[in-house]
């Protein structure tokens, strides 16, 4: 796995702990005893808990995908601790929700194409309004409708984000058959994030996400169309989250070198501009700001 920056920064206003003093239990000639014992075991079977109450929720933007959905759909619900697999249907013109219903889904329906962006918001917030108050908010996992039989292959992805050692996990895809791509939109994304945190993917456009719910919502509002990848990335990297990218044998439809091919990697490459470039405005808006505004002096008290 390939790890981004790590969180090292406290939160603002966190009050230092009061230290404290721990005694030890008693042993016998350096043996832990009984108590010692019970208190591992009492802590096992509280780690073993939370594990089996965290789940996983697989989200899948969809648009026109009828003839892959349901291989998708199905090879999403063998992966561990999946218990939703939600198609978010973004105004397709065919019957990709019949079809993603019939496969075992949960599906909402945009009535209109919104994007990419509009739909994982979309997918996020239904998974939000399912989960229940009394356990742990799932995890989510974005997957594209395309993957077919190999969805199943993103489970790798989860246990970085399920075991607490990353917040957002990215798939790194194999070279994909008659891809007509020449890495221009790639180089882009992989140059403004190295700029903007340090880090350098390996692949920033890679769409096969899984992250903790706040990390999602530290995410929020996510960045335009196809954006939303390199987007989502500076701002969580930005704000100290951490962040891997994990092999993953996946295949999907790749785009080619014909006209469409061309004119979808346009619109990417117009995206990933757009959400660099507001990116960096609002980082040397914060800059400024923090220059021009006065340090705040403490309060004065008068006797």
């Given at each position: 796995m390939r790890k981004g920056r790590q969180a090292v920064d406290e939160p603002a206003g966190t009050a230092t702990p009061?230290?404290?003093?721990?005694?030890?239990?008693?042993?016998?000639?350096?043996?832990?005893?009984?108590?010692?014992?019970?208190?591992?075991?009492?802590?096992?079977?509280?780690?073993?808990?939370?594990?089996?109450?965290?789940?996983?929720?697989?989200?899948?933007?969809?648009?026109?995908?009828?003839?892959r959905i349901a291989a998708t759909v199905r090879s999403?619900?063998?992966?561990?601790?999946?218990?939703?697999?939600?198609?978010?249907?973004?105004?397709?013109?065919?019957?990709?929700q019949h079809v993603a219903r019939e496969a075992g889904a949960v599906v909402v329906r945009h009535s209109h194409n919104r994007g990419k962006a509009a739909a994982m918001e979309t997918g996020a917030a239904v998974v939000a309004m399912r989960d229940a108050p009394d356990r742990q908010p799932r995890i989510l996992l974005?997957?594209?409708?395309?993957l077919g039989e190999t969805a199943v292959n993103t489970a790798p992805l989860v246990p970085p984000v399920f075991e607490g050692h990353a917040d957002l996990a990215i798939a790194l895809i194999p070279p994909q058959p008659g891809a007509g791509g020449r890495g221009i939109v790639v180089g882009a994304a992989r140059r403004a994030i190295a700029s903007m945190t340090g880090w350098t993917p390996t692949q920033p456009l890679s769409g096969m996400r899984?992250?903790?719910?706040?990390?999602?919502?530290?995410?929020?509002?996510?960045?335009?169309?196809?954006?939303v990848e390199t987007g989502m990335t500076i701002?969580?990297?930005?704000?100290?989250?951490?962040?891997?990218e994990v092999p993953c044998d996946l295949r999907h439809r790749p785009s080619g070198s014909d006209l469409k091919g061309q004119i979808h990697r346009a619109a990417q490459y117009r995206d990933v501009q757009l959400a660099v470039n507001a990116r960096r405005v609002r980082r040397a808006a914060g800059a400024v700001k923090r220059t021009v505004t006065p340090a705040q002096k403490p309060p004065q008290t008068h006797r």
């Open positions: 009061t230290e404290t003093r721990d005694v030890a239990e008693p042993t016998v000639d350096g043996i832990p005893t009984a108590v010692d014992a019970r208190k591992a075991a009492v802590d096992e079977r509280k780690a073993a808990a939370h594990k089996a109450r965290q789940r996983v929720a697989v989200i899948i933007p969809a648009k026109d995908e009828s003839r999403a619900r063998a992966i561990p601790h999946v218990d939703l697999v939600l198609v978010v249907d973004d105004g397709s013109e065919d019957n990709t974005f997957i594209d409708g395309d899984c992250l903790t719910r706040a990390a999602f919502e530290a995410a929020t509002p996510l960045a335009h169309g196809w954006g701002d969580l990297l930005r704000r100290g989250f951490r962040v891997v």
